[in-house]
């Protein structure tokens, strides 16, 4: 593990923290929520073990990455701004990308907007839904996977309720 290099690089208006280890043809993993690079360090060192350049980044607003404080600075524009940034930063034209939960819905919007920096695609657990141009995101998991689904569940704000109830939204 200690082979993995940190570094922090400037993409898109703010500092990413990115792990890497390896040379060769490079493999970009995107990881969920709520977890940062370290979730890919087992497949990081296998892979470069095997001759690629394995890169995990914290994405924006994880870990030792900036965290800017407006919600709007998180649409997955945003997102793969960064990402983009960040493989300009690297010297890196296309990538084998790899993405899980929340990385796989980043993974997939990166493909449709930038498919000219994408050699090809692995993504865990979460398939591709188009967005239905007739409701918000939330509202379509909501009607799908019902209020407690964790993305529809984080959408309250504690601000909302009482101090004295806080501790039932807390998990």
């Not at 649409?75 to 929340?102: E, S």
């Not at 398939?127 to 998991?141: A, D, L």
């Not at 309250?156 to 309720?161: A, E, I, K, N």
């Amino acid at each position: 593990m200690d082979k993995i290099q940190h570094k922090n690089i400037q993409s898109n208006g703010i500092n990413i923290h990115v792990a890497e280890i390896g040379s060769g043809p490079a493999v970009l993993f995107l990881h969920g929520f709520p977890e940062l690079w370290y979730s890919w360090r087992h497949q990081m060192l296998f892979f470069s073990s095997r001759g690629y350049r394995a890169i995990a980044p914290d994405l924006r607003g994880y870990g030792d990455s900036d965290a800017p404080p407006s919600a709007s600075s998180y649409t997955a524009f945003h997102i793969i701004g960064d990402l983009v940034g960040l493989l300009d930063a690297l010297g890196l034209d296309r990538i084998y990308l790899v993405g899980h939960d929340w990385g796989a819905v980043m993974a997939w919007y990166f493909c449709l907007l930038r498919p000219d920096r994408i050699k090809a695609l692995v993504n865990l657990s979460v398939v591709f839904h188009p967005r239905n141009p007739k409701r918000k995101p939330v509202e379509s998991m909501r009607a799908i996977l019902g209020d407690d689904y964790y993305i529809c569940r984080f959408q309250v704000l504690y601000t909302d309720f009482p101090l004295n109830q806080i501790s039932v939204f807390v998990y």
